[in-house]
C-alpha cells in the first residue's frame, strides 16, 4: 500500500505549502519552470483545478503578470530551467480558460527562441536545463498545442541536428560544457547527461510521429556507450556512474536521486524498452531500479527533501515505474516518504542542501512547489503529467 495521508491532513499541508510560497513570490526574480515563477503558475494553476478557489486564480493571474514585468524589465535567460522556454511551456501547459493569451504572444517567444536554440546547437550545448533540450521542451509543447508546420519544421530541422551529432561521436555531444579540455565531462544523468537525452529524444520522437528521421539506432547507440562504463561500485551501490571525464574516461560516484544515479538511468532505459520493443532492455531496467531499493538512507547521499537530489525525486521515480510496470514499489516509496516527512519536520521546513550549506527554496525543483506537486499526486488529486518538467514519462 503506498504511502497515504488523510485527505484533510493533506489539504492542510497544501495550504501551508501554498502559503510559503506565496511568501516568496515578491523576492523571486528568476522566471523558468525548474527554478523560478513559472513553477509557481504550475502549481496555481493545479490549486484553481482542485479546489476551485477564486483567491488562487487571483494568484496565479498574479505571478503570470509579474513574469511579464520582469521580462519587460530585463531580458531573460532564454533557459528551461530559469527562463523563457520554461515560462512559454508553463503557459502552455496549463491551458487555463481564464487566460487569454493572443498567438502573436507566442509568435514573439518563437522568434526569440529559434535563435537561442540553434545558437546552443551550435555551441554544442544540449544541456536539459541550460541548453537546447531545455529550449526545444518549449517548441514541442508549441507544436501539441498548435499544429503549425513552421513550429514542426523547427522540431524536424533539431532532430536531424542530433542525429547528425550522435553519429559523429557521443563525446561531441555535450562538449560545449567545458572549455577546458582536459576537464569536458559526459554526465550520465537524467539532468545534464545521456539518460535525460534519451527520454528528451523519445518525447520527440513521439510527437513528430510522421517525421520519417529514426532514431532506435541513435538509442541503441547510447545505451551501449553507457554500458560500457557500467560497474558496480561498491560505495554507491550503483552500476552507473555520475559523469566521465571524456579524455582519460575517469568516473566520478553517483549519488542516488532525480539529477543522477541508476534510478534515473534506469528510468530512461525502461523507457528506451518500450519505444524499441525490447523486452530484455526492460528486464535489466526494473532489476536495476530493484537495486536501487537496497540502498539504505544512510548510504543513499540524499541529504534534502527535493525533487532534484532529495527523496521528492526518488518518491517520483519510483511511484512513476509502478504506474508504468504494473511493479510494487509501495514499500520503499514508504521509507523514502516517511524521510521526507522527517527532513520537512511534517512538511513544515523547505531546506535544500547545495554544496556545503541548506537554504530554503520555494522552487519546483529543489523547493516547496515541487513538494506540493507531488504530495497532490500521491494523494491522486493530479496525474503524472507534470513530471515531464523534470525530464519524466
Known amino acids: 500500500m503506498i504511502f497515504v495521508i488523510d485527505s484533510r491532513y493533506m489539504e492542510e499541508k497544501i495550504l501551508e505549502i501554498e502559503k510559503h510560497i506565496w511568501n516568496s513570490v515578491a523576492s523571486e526574480e528568476r522566471i523558468g519552470v525548474l527554478?523560478?515563477?513559472?513553477?509557481?503558475?504550475?502549481?496555481?494553476?493545479?490549486?484553481?483545478?482542485?479546489?476551485?478557489?477564486?483567491e488562487y486564480n487571483?494568484?496565479?493571474?498574479?505571478?503570470?503578470?509579474k513574469v511579464n514585468d520582469l521580462i519587460s524589465e530585463k531580458e531573460p535567460s532564454f533557459s528551461f530551467c530559469s527562463g523563457l522556454a520554461g515560462y512559454g511551456w508553463a503557459l502552455l501547459k496549463i491551458k487555463n480558460n481564464d487566460i487569454e493569451i493572443d498567438d502573436d504572444y507566442y509568435a514573439e517567444i518563437d522568434s526569440v527562441l529559434i535563435n537561442a536554440l540553434f545558437d546552443e546547437v551550435k555551441n554544442n550545448n544540449f544541456d536539459y536545463l541550460h541548453g537546447a533540450v531545455g529550449i526545444a521542451m518549449y517548441f514541442i509543447e508549441r507544436y501539441n498545442?498548435?499544429?503549425?508546420?513552421?513550429?514542426?519544421?523547427?522540431?524536424?530541422?533539431?532532430?536531424?541536428?542530433?542525429?547528425?551529432?550522435?553519429d559523429e561521436g557521443l563525446e561531441f555531444l555535450f562538449d560545449g560544457s567545458n572549455k577546458i579540455l582536459n576537464e569536458k565531462h559526459i554526465y550520465f544523468g537524467l539532468a545534464h547527461g545521456l539518460s535525460g537525452f534519451l527520454n528528451f529524444l523519445i518525447h520527440l520522437k513521439n510527437n513528430?510521429?510522421?517525421?520519417?528521421?529514426?532514431?532506435?539506432?541513435?538509442?541503441?547507440k547510447i545505451i551501449a556507450y553507457m554500458d560500457s562504463f557500467k560497474e558496480y561500485d561498491s560505495v554507491s551501490k550503483q552500476f552507473y556512474p555520475s559523469q566521465i571525464r571524456i579524455h582519460d574516461g575517469l568516473p566520478s560516484s553517483a549519488r542516488l536521486g532525480w539529477c543522477q544515479g541508476d534510478l534515473g538511468i534506469a528510468n530512461a532505459f525502461y523507457n528506451a524498452g518500450l519505444f524499441l520493443n525490447d523486452e530484455n532492455i526492460?528486464?535489466?531496467?526494473?532489476?536495476?531500479?530493484?537495486?536501487?531499493?537496497?540502498?539504505?538512507?544512510?548510504?543513499?547521499?540524499?541529504?534534502?527533501?527535493?525533487?532534484?537530489?532529495?527523496?521528492?525525486?526518488?518518491?517520483?521515480?519510483?511511484?512513476?515505474?509502478?504506474?508504468?510496470?504494473?511493479?510494487?514499489?509501495?514499500?520503499?516509496?514508504?521509507?523514502?516518504?516517511?524521510?521526507?516527512?522527517?527532513?520537512?519536520?511534517?512538511?513544515?521546513?523547505?531546506?535544500?542542501?547545495?554544496?556545503?550549506?541548506?537554504?530554503?527554496?520555494?522552487?519546483?525543483?529543489?523547493?516547496?512547489?515541487g513538494l506540493g506537486l507531488l504530495l497532490l499526486t500521491l494523494d491522486s488529486k493530479i496525474e503524472t503529467e507534470w513530471l515531464e518538467a523534470i525530464n519524466l514519462y
Open 35 to 54: 527554478d523560478g515563477l513559472s513553477g509557481y503558475i504550475l502549481f496555481y494553476n493545479y490549486l484553481v483545478k482542485i479546489y476551485k478557489n477564486e
Open 58 to 65: 487571483d494568484k496565479l493571474h498574479f505571478v503570470i503578470q
Open 145 to 166: 498545442v498548435k499544429k503549425d508546420k513552421n513550429i514542426e519544421a523547427v522540431l524536424i530541422r533539431f532532430l536531424d541536428e542530433i542525429v547528425c551529432k550522435i
Open 208 to 220: 513528430l510521429e510522421e517525421t520519417k528521421i529514426d532514431i532506435k539506432a541513435h538509442l541503441i
Open 282 to 369: 526492460q528486464n535489466q531496467s526494473l532489476e536495476m531500479i530493484e537495486n536501487t531499493t537496497l540502498i539504505s538512507v544512510e548510504e543513499s547521499r540524499v541529504n534534502d527533501f527535493a525533487l532534484c537530489h532529495g527523496s521528492s525525486g526518488l518518491i517520483a521515480q519510483y511511484y512513476l515505474t509502478s504506474q508504468k510496470s504494473k511493479r510494487d514499489f509501495s514499500k520503499i516509496i514508504n521509507v523514502w516518504s516517511e524521510n521526507l516527512v522527517k527532513q520537512t519536520k511534517n512538511f513544515s521546513e523547505f531546506k535544500s542542501f547545495f554544496i556545503d550549506k541548506y537554504m530554503v527554496e520555494s522552487n519546483v525543483l529543489n523547493g516547496a512547489a
